[in-house]
Structures are given as C-alpha cells and as structure tokens.
C-alpha cells in the first residue's frame, strides 16, 4: 500500500501559532513540503514534533531596520512550507520503521537506504549445494543463500569469532579457493594440524572421501540448525556411556570437549536463526489514542518472510501484571498474569456482548499482521529490513526498548509470554506488594478489642476471615 502520513495541514504564516499548538509534544514523524508537490520534502523524526517545528517555522528572532530577518545559523523554513504531514509514534522503534517508509515513498529505495544508513548485516554461510562445502561469513545475501545462511550478527567480527570457534569442532576446510583435488596436492597448515580432512587430496589413501566429507558436512550445518544441541547430545551419550562403562579419564575428557562445544553455541545470539526461517514479534508502546491519557495497550510488529510490518494494538484490558506476596513468603500462590475476558465493543441492545478473552486479542493482533507478510520482497528490501531488526536487537540492554519475542521450537507463538510482554510494555514491570506489617495489625486489633469490652459506642469493624492460602492481612484491610 502506498505510504501517508496520518495527518495534513495547511501551513499559513499568520496561523502558525494555532497551527503549532495543535500539534503533540509527543515523538513521530513529520515531513514539510512546498507549495510544489514535486519538490522533495524536509523528512525526519522528532523525540517532541511540536518543539522541533516550532525550531523550523518560528518567526526571525532578530530583524534589521528595514523589517527583514537577519540570516542565522539557525535552520528556519517558515517562508518555503506549504504543507505540514505527521504521525505520531510510540517508540523509537517505530519512528525508525516509520521514517524508512516514508523515505522510501519520498526518495526512492536507494535514497532511503543511504538516508538511514542501512547495510546488510554479516551471516554464516554454509555452500551445503557446493561439491566441498565450507563456512565462511558475508554480508552478500542472494535468494539461492537464504537456506544456507544464518543470522544475524551484531558485527562481522562476532560472526568471524563463531565460525572460528565452531570450525574448531570439526574437520571441515577453512580454504577459499575453488578446489580441483588431485591426489599430489600439497595441502594446506591445517591438513598438517589434523583439522581439515583434506578434500583437495581426493584419491589419495590419507584423504577423505566425497562421502565422508559430505558427512561432516551435514554435522556442521545441523549444529547451525540446532544451536549446537545435536553435537551437544552427541557428546553427551559418549560422556555417558564412557561413565556407565567404568571409564572416567575418558568420560571426564569428553566432559571438557562437551564445556568446549557449549561455549561455541553460546557465541552465538537467540536471534541467529536459518534467515529464511527468522521470525520474531516485537513489543513496543503505542502512541496513545485521541483524548487518552495513557494508552493501556501495546504495540505489536512482526517479522516474517523477510518483512516487518506493523504496529497492531493489543489492548491490555482484563490484563493485570501483578506479583502476589503470600503469607508464608512462597510462589506458589504468586498470580505473575491475571486474564480475565472483557467486552471490547458493545453490540446491539438485542444481542448479548461478546466476550473476547486476552488470548484471543494477541490470536487476533497476531493473524493482522501476517496478512501483510504473505508476500516476500526484493532482496534489497529483505536486507533493509533484517538490518532494522538488526539494528535494535543488538543495542545495549539499557537503551533497547521493549521486548522481542521467538516462536517456539513447534513455530507457534508463546501467547501467555506475549500477553505478559504487553502488561509489562503498557503497564510498567509488575511492583511488588507491601509486606504485611503483622505487629501493627495485632496492636490494632487489641485496641478494637478493648474498645469493645469498655462499651465505648462505636462501629466495630469486622475482620476479614483468613483464607486457605494464609494471604497476609494487612492494616488498611483491618480498617
């Protein structure tokens, strides 16, 4: 669908206080355009639109004798503004998916890459359809790689320090030439080193065969596939049986091999999936709704088959974060999540409301924004994408906003953990209840007591009876 902003208004000189102040002190997107439409826009974002256009189209400060304004350093558009078009955003990262977009309407793809500064983040690739295959890193993705390449990393240099940690696990050639094996090849240090099998002497009776090296191959990759647990179950039942069979020097070297492998898979981040198979949903907050204080939902974007699309509102209703303190300081009775379904719009007076449950909400949210993912873009935009995902996934934990969420290992969504994501987004982290101040509620309850055995005339409040889960009772109950 073609890009628009969500507002437009006319930008007259005379007006522009009116103007301004009808505009939210809240972050988005804005685009000033002439009176020309052909003319390319002044686009960018703003943390607060209202400051940042009041900056560009303020009066002069300083004018001379003759009433014309005295040229700043200071930008000021206000003689050349014909148009003013914004929309208002909920968080960085939805101004930074809202800007490319709008820079892609406005100026063109390549334009709109330079503008933000979007390059092709570094994978692993592994030539599975190559004769002898290997692993290297790139940032160079094709359709035909797609399948074969897994990521993404925070850097090259991370997705360097992988392949030489994982290629350190097996036998596979770390060359990058275009082999011709002949059995008097000379070789290469790590044939010397016992760390390649050495495919480019095939025939030679030290050299492995095609089979062989196609095994290892497939080692390789199905540790890529399963984030190092098929190597990991592997040396595991060796580590096992060595122990079942008395044998515990063996058992205790294949124990440090299993440590060696597990910090191997560790280098690698939760997001480094197979590319052609990454999807993730990421929690934002959502810019609030006209008179509506603060919004009591989420914003939900999804990455799939290359695009990112949204945001969809979750609406938090009947989602309570919250974190139960019991009486006997266990967790057993602690409720993180309350869910309670609630009606969202009234039907007719005939018919009865419908009830929607949280569950189906995120069902709901979820299955809108897949509708705009059926299709797969151009590799360019694929990139463009993956880059912004990439881009905000890997910033430090501080300044990341939100939550980002990964299927499950069936590929269905988590939807309690994406429920509890949004009342965590929308509502703020779940605080803690106030413990029960139990010397307070005895002296309390003494004097209420007392109160009653002097006949003093007053209304006696009566005690909340103890549950079974022994919940605390705390003085303002009492009162």
């Known amino acids: 669908m073609p890009f628009a902003f ?7 000189p005379e007006s522009s206080d009116e103007l301004l102040r009808s505009i939210p002190a809240a972050p988005g997107v804005f685009a000033l355009r002439g009176a020309d439409p052909a003319a390319e826009p002044y686009l960018t974002r703003a943390a607060d639109l209202r400051r940042r256009l009041r900056r560009l189209l303020a009066p002069p400060e300083v004018l001379d004798e ?3 304004p005295v040229p700043s350093k200071r930008l000021n558009l206000r003689a050349r503004i014909h148009w003013i078009e914004w929309t208002r955003t909920g968080s960085d990262f939805e101004s930074t998916l809202l800007l490319y977009r709008a820079a892609r309407s406005a100026f063109g793809p390549e334009e709109a890459r330079k503008r933000l500064r979007l390059h092709a983040p570094y994978v692993l690739r592994i030539t599975m359809s190559h004769p002898h295959p290997r692993v290297y890193s790139t ?29 350190d696990l097996f036998l596979l050639r770390r060359c990058y030439e275009d082999l011709e094996p002949y059995p008097e090849h000379p070789g290469c240090v790590y044939g010397e080193m016992n760390k390649c099998m050495q495919p480019c002497k095939e025939g030679n009776p030290q050299a492995c065969t095609p089979e062989q090296y196609a095994r290892e191959a497939q080692r390789v990759f199905d540790f890529f596939l399963t984030r190092g647990q098929s190597l990991l179950d592997e040396i595991g039942a060796k580590r096992d049986a060595a122990s079942e069979a008395m044998d515990f020097e063996g058992a205790a070297a294949l124990h440090k091999q299993w440590e060696k492998v597990r910090a191997a898979s560790l280098l690698a981040d939760e997001l480094v999936r197979p590319i052609d198979q990454l999807r993730a949903l990421i929690l934002q907050e959502a810019a609030p709704l006209e008179d509506e204080p603060r919004p009591e939902a989420a914003a939900v974007f999804l990455f799939e088959h290359g695009q990112l699309c949204g945001p969809e ?10 974190r139960e303190q019991t009486a006997v300081g266990s967790s057993l009775f602690a409720q993180p999540l309350m869910l309670a379904p609630v009606p969202l719009e009234s039907e007719p007076e005939a018919a009865a409301p419908t009830l929607l449950t949280p569950e189906d909400r995120a069902r709901a949210a979820i299955d809108a924004l897949a509708m705009h993912t059926e299709s797969t873009p151009d590799m360019a935009e694929f990139c463009d994408y993956l880059s912004l995902l990439r881009r905000w996934y890997y910033r430090p934990e501080k300044q990341r906003s939100g939550e980002v969420l990964l299927p499950n290992p069936d590929g269905s969504w988590p939807i309690r953990r994406l429920l509890n994501g949004a009342a965590r ?10 413990p029960a101040d139990r010397e307070a509620a005895k002296a309390l309850k003494t004097k209420i007591i007392h109160a009653g055995r002097e006949g003093v005339e007053r209304e006696v409040p009566v005690l909340p009876k103890r549950s079974r889960t022994r919940k605390a009772v705390t003085p303002d109950e009492i009162l």
Do not use: I, Q, W, Y
């Open 6 to 12: 969500e507002r437009r208004a006319e930008f007259l």
């Open 66 to 68: 003759n009433g014309h």
């Open 139 to 167: 940032n160079r993705l094709s359709r035909k790689s797609l399948g074969e390449s897994f990521g993404p990393f925070h850097s090259r240099a991370a997705a360097e320090r992988t392949c030489d940690a994982v290629l």
């Open 313 to 322: 509102r979750l609406s938090t209703l009947g989602v309570r974060a919250v």
């Open 425 to 434: 987004v929308a509502l703020g982290p779940p605080a803690p209840v106030a």
